[in-house]
């Protein structure tokens, strides 16, 4: 009845609904930090195995403005990056999924005065939060390690954070079309090519042209060129651009998510 009621009779707006479902999940993974804390380590690992193993056989990068850096301190921005698509996309998706069709967690918040929207935009604000974190860590060891030379790097934590806004709300407005697990497959079929193909790991002017257009319209490839930039401090107006895009692919998604959202739930 309260779900009836809603439709019918107009709620008003309110701003900020969506920092109760942040509450819920902050006090839901206090007593999970350890699950929580996991998500750091594997872009670190991945990090240690270059910078300690495969630098050692890869000699110096020179980057389009003509100053030389290690090898590791080529990758470590794109592992930065890349860590922030995967916390995003796994918290926006599977997470999202199994309160959506399994525990029923929205129909039961949608029966109170929160709308599609304060879902969407919570859950999206809680893996920016998780994501921050992640970030702010990697960005440490990178301090430790040597890997950064620019004072551009204070803007990298920032970066991370739009970078997870950009796939968090794609994967939320994905997550809503999802019928069962399986759907998740085409997830993973587009965020592997991504990570290993968005200059990741070499620069893209080594793609034929062919080809180079269609890596530098990935999203992935907006947050490399967003971090290797600041971490270098090879930094340039264009930076906008791939800021611009990664805004508005975050925002779009929000969009559908609180639209499908609504479609599913309030029927």
Do not use: C
Request: charged content about 10%.
């Amino acid at each position: 009845m309260a779900t009836i009621a809603a439709r019918v009779v107009p709620v008003p707006v309110r701003l900020g609904g969506g920092r109760h479902i942040v509450e819920r999940n902050f006090l839901l993974y206090r007593r999970s930090w350890v699950v929580f804390l996991s998500g750091f380590f594997e872009p670190v690992f991945y990090l240690l195995s270059i910078g300690i193993g495969v630098a050692h056989l890869v000699g110096d990068f020179t980057l389009s403005d003509g100053t030389k850096i290690a090898y590791a301190a080529f990758v470590a921005p794109a592992m930065l990056a890349s860590s922030a698509m995967n916390g995003a996309i796994f918290d926006s998706t599977y997470n999202i999924f199994f309160r959506m069709k399994y525990a029923k967690l929205y129909d039961s918040m949608l029966a109170t005065p929160l709308r599609p929207w304060d879902v969407a935009t919570g859950e999206i604000t809680w893996a920016l939060l998780r994501g921050a974190i992640y970030s702010a860590m990697f960005i440490l060891v990178m301090l430790v390690m040597g890997l950064i030379s620019s004072w551009w790097a204070l803007l990298a934590l920032p970066a991370a954070v739009l970078i997870g806004f950009a796939f968090a709300g794609a994967g939320m407005a994905l997550t809503t079309f999802m019928r069962s697990w399986q759907d998740f497959e085409f997830v993973q079929l587009a965020i592997m090519p991504m990570f290993l193909f968005s200059a990741t790991f070499y620069p893209v002017e080594t793609y034929p042209a062919a080809i180079r257009w269609l890596v530098e319209i990935t999203p992935l490839y907006q947050g490399v060129v967003l971090e290797r930039a600041f971490a270098t401090g090879a930094v340039s107006w264009f930076l906008l651009v791939h800021a611009l895009y990664l805004v508005a692919m975050g925002t779009l998604g929000m969009y559908v998510a609180s639209r499908r959202l609504g479609k599913l739930l309030l029927k």
